[in-house]
Every structure is written in C-alpha cells, then in structure tokens.
C-alpha cells in the first residue's frame, strides 16, 4: 500500500494530480517488493527540521527516505519532499515538476529497499535502477545531463 500525505497545498496547486504521480512513481518503484510506504509532500521548513534533527543537516534538501526498522514490517518506511526545494531543482534543471518529482519518489523509495549511493559502485547499481524504473515510465533519463561532459 502506498499512502500520500499532503502537507504541502504548493503541491496540489502546481500538479493537481500529484497523488497519482506519486503513487505511480511508487509503485514502479516498489516493483514486486512487498509493503507499505508513506509519502509525504511537505514544505522546505518540514524537510528541513528533520534533515536538522535526523541527518545532523540543517538546511531543506529535495527527498528524504527513513527506512522503517525490520520489525515494522509489513512497513517500509517514509519518504519525505519539500516542494520549493523540489520545484526550483526541476526548473534549474529544466525537467518539468511532474518529472523530477517522479524521479525523487523512484529515488526516495528505493532507498527504502536498501539502495544507497555514497560509494560510487553503490551510486552507479542505484541510478542505473533509476532510469530504467523512470524510463519504464516514459520519463527521460535524469541523469543524462550529468554525463555530457
């Protein structure tokens, strides 16, 4: 089950149907893993107080995941976005809202099954995952920019 928290009325005012592109993105990504994910679509000050009190972080950020302990299963754990951080993100990198926030649930939830990316093999499996979820959605790649140098 994915459940959509909507904290945030920036979100429904940009994507009116930002309910289903989150559980689309989801779900996609979730594959054939069984449980329960909450979404949360919150502001900048909400993702910013828990990048403060969880990640030692006090500043906004795009997505934040917090996988759920083993025993909460069939819970798998939270993901969290800040719409401006996530709008001003998809228009510096010219991607539409609906896209980027695709990619940064793809990202957040597979995070929750146990992806990471702070070595670079680890990033490399874990984008690699990305866009061939995202491009199972029909979304363009979207790191494709990063690798045209």
């Not at 990504?29 to 909400?46: N, Q």
């Not at 972080?57 to 909460?72: G, H």
Request: glycine share 6%; aromatic share 6%.
């Amino acid at each position: 089950m994915i459940e959509v928290e909507l904290e945030a009325e920036a979100w429904t005012k940009a994507l009116p149907d930002v309910e289903a592109i989150v559980t689309r993105a989801a779900t996609a990504a979730l594959g054939k893993a069984e449980g329960d994910v909450v979404i949360l679509l919150a502001d900048d000050p909400t993702v910013q107080d828990l990048n403060a009190r969880f990640r030692q972080k006090d500043r906004p950020t795009n997505v934040l995941s917090f996988p759920a302990a083993e025993t909460a299963f069939p819970h798998l754990g939270d993901v969290i976005l800040g719409y401006d951080y996530c709008a001003a993100e998809a228009v510096a990198q010219n991607k539409t809202l609906a896209d980027h926030l695709s990619h940064l649930v793809v990202h957040g939830v597979l995070h929750l099954l146990g992806y990471d990316h702070i070595e670079d093999d680890e990033a490399e499996e874990m984008e690699g995952e990305e866009r061939l979820i995202l491009a199972g959605m029909g979304i363009a790649d979207p790191y494709a920019a990063d690798h045209q140098a």
